[in-house]
């Protein structure tokens, strides 16, 4: 599947990098989408650093399968983009696979569509969620049809093999 | 007026320094209430480094006659310590000045103070207000009762300016 990273800098270096690896390693295409294409994204621990394949200026949902949102500073900057809002949320108007973890679900509030949704996030934006409307649920990884969130870096391992089910189980003519 | 300065790492350095260098001139007494006495407090840009007066466990709102919440990432790390919100939630609950700039309000958000408010905040965080019953504004400063707010660094002269005036009319009786 074609998964689009959506990424700006300060992100939570694990929680890009572990389940960019690990859907890569299930065959999948993850392309990098930031701010601008080309700009250099360092992670907030300052271990990895990448770049955006992708500006949100030429990205195009239609391009993509799955979303795919790391935690840190980054979901932050991005929902200060109204056209990265606007990506994210074609993504839910086609049923289509989001993962998101730790801070991720900041830019799925901005977004809108989070409301009577079962989700977890970061235990700050559990908060916001739930003053919003977000079923809230305090646990390693939560799955409500195609949407799959995690709560932090422990948790990663459960967000890749629930990220992993998701994407197998989409059939393969809406791909 | 004892003011209480609520700052963890990664804040915006100039939206803690200038108020507080401001302030202390207008002859406030400011002090640091970290997540632990001690505690090295390094801004988001490098530029500024201060570190913890007190620690959320040993101070009491009954200490302080206002609050003050520079922005940067430092609120939300705050918010995380049930601690710290019930501090927050102190100065609303007397009725004494709060200013908050930038991702200063999302603390707020999370003492469930700022519903029917007049307020502004960083961009990303106006809309998270706007979705819990705040009457956001985009303005550089909104003044609403002794609650003072700003969005951001270009914003701290009207900040400062608006939160001296708010400081200033605290009755004597009161301090």
Known sequence: MRIACVLDVD????????PYAAFKNQGHQVTI???????????KQGKVVTKAEAGIDQARPE???????????????????????????????DDKP??????GPQLL??????????????????????QVGTNVVDQDVVVDKNLVTSRQPSDIPAFIRESIKVLEKVPVGTR
Chains 1, 2 share one sequence.
């Open 11 to 18: 992100y939570e270096d694990s929680e890009f990098k572990q």
């Open 33 to 43: 989408v930031g701010l601008q294409s080309g700009k250099v994204l360092r992670g």
């Open 63 to 93: 391009q993509f399968d799955a979303l795919f949102i790391p935690g840190g500073y980054s979901p932050d900057h991005l929902r200060a983009d109204p056209r990265m809002v606007k990506f994210t949320r074609a993504f839910f108007d």
């Open 98 to 103: 989001v993962l998101a973890i730790c801070h």
């Open 109 to 130: 509030m901005t977004a809108r569509v989070v409301k009577g949704r079962k989700m977890t996030a970061w235990i700050t934006i559990q908060d916001d969620l739930s």
